[in-house]
């Protein structure tokens, strides 16, 4: 198990506490210590000198990717899985999750369902990605969700070290770490599921970086996916587009496209308001005026909550396949 952790004092000694307590005796625990400043040393020392499957490496504050390249590189098992300092492995997830890579030899990656550690109410909208992360379980359905947003919650998963040697480790630029590692691994053909069981609690603490740093922020997702989804359309030969979505933000998003030579047709909208013209040169189809499937391919940017499902029906009821014909990208 790898844990990158850098001031993780508050919450560090319960996580490690959820490790040995796995049902699954056989693991190690790498620990890479970024640099801290607070008592997290104290508190690993205590740690290795209580069990000696516990490893610890101190490095100077490089940053996350930097440590977990470093614990990849220490890692000595043919099975990794991840885990943060804030959160909690319940006792049989590393147990379950072997099991299945054992069963299943054609995943790669195999997650869990997530229990949200947080308020409900405060953070509603992180407890909605939660839940639609839980619902977005198998392999068809994380292949046709990667460009929603990212299909799986980080430390909840597990993978065959091979793929490190295989596609590459994590790789550091103003982008989400480990959605641009899935996004490559799904492109390089690795099927990734989620074992049907609540097995970690995702704590959502203040100190979370996907709060602070601008790396995970909405606009480097969406950078990140408009590069991925034009190599995508290239390799299935769907480098002319639809975009269903025609309102200001989904056309700026939609327009990172362009950068990598995807050619936008037109638009789609609800809103009669913005049919029937022509916007950055390009029309405007009034949803109702969708033909039945006749070879164009359509993305959804809108993001709206409820829309995907609503679109993917008026699209199905064309006759239109997703992932043949359309893809949802918001």
Known sequence: ?????????????????????????????????DGSTDRTGDLLAAATREDARIRVIHQPALGL?????????????????????????????????????????ELGVVSCLVEFGGDRVANAGYALHVDWLNH??????????????????HPSVMFRRNLVERLGGYRAGDFPEDYELWLRWLEGGIAMAKVPEVLVTWH???SRLSRSDP???????????????????????RTTVWIWGAGRPTRKRAAML????????????????????????????????????????????????????????????????????????A
């Open 1 to 33: 198990m790898l844990l990158p952790v850098r001031n993780g004092a508050p919450t560090l000694t319960r996580a490690i506490a959820s490790i040995r307590r796995q049902t699954l005796a056989e693991w190690e625990l790498v620990v890479v210590d």
């Open 65 to 105: 990717v930097a440590a977990l390249n470093t614990g990849l590189a220490a890692a000595r098992g043919t099975l990794v899985a991840r885990m943060d300092a804030d959160d909690e492995s319940h006792p049989e997830r590393l147990a379950r999750q072997k099991a299945w890579l054992d069963a299943r030899p």
């Open 136 to 153: 977005v379980r198998s392999a068809e359905e994380i292949g046709l969700n990667r460009f929603v947003e990212s299909p799986l919650a």
């Open 204 to 206: 959502d603490t203040p």
């Open 215 to 237: 790396r995970y922020g909405p606009e480097a997702f969406f950078r990140l996916k408009a590069e991925y989804v034009a190599r995508h359309l290239a390799r299935i030969g």
């Open 258 to 329: 362009t950068a990598h030579w995807v050619n936008i047709a037109g638009y789609i909208d609800v809103d009669h308001k913005k049919t029937g013209v022509r916007i950055a040169g390009v029309p405007v189809l009034a949803a109702e005026d969708l033909p039945p499937a006749d070879g164009r391919f359509i993305l959804s940017y809108v993001s709206k909550r409820g829309a995907r499902d609503w679109i993917r029906g008026e699209l199905g009821r064309r006759n239109y396949v997703e992932g043949r014909d359309f893809l949802a990208c």
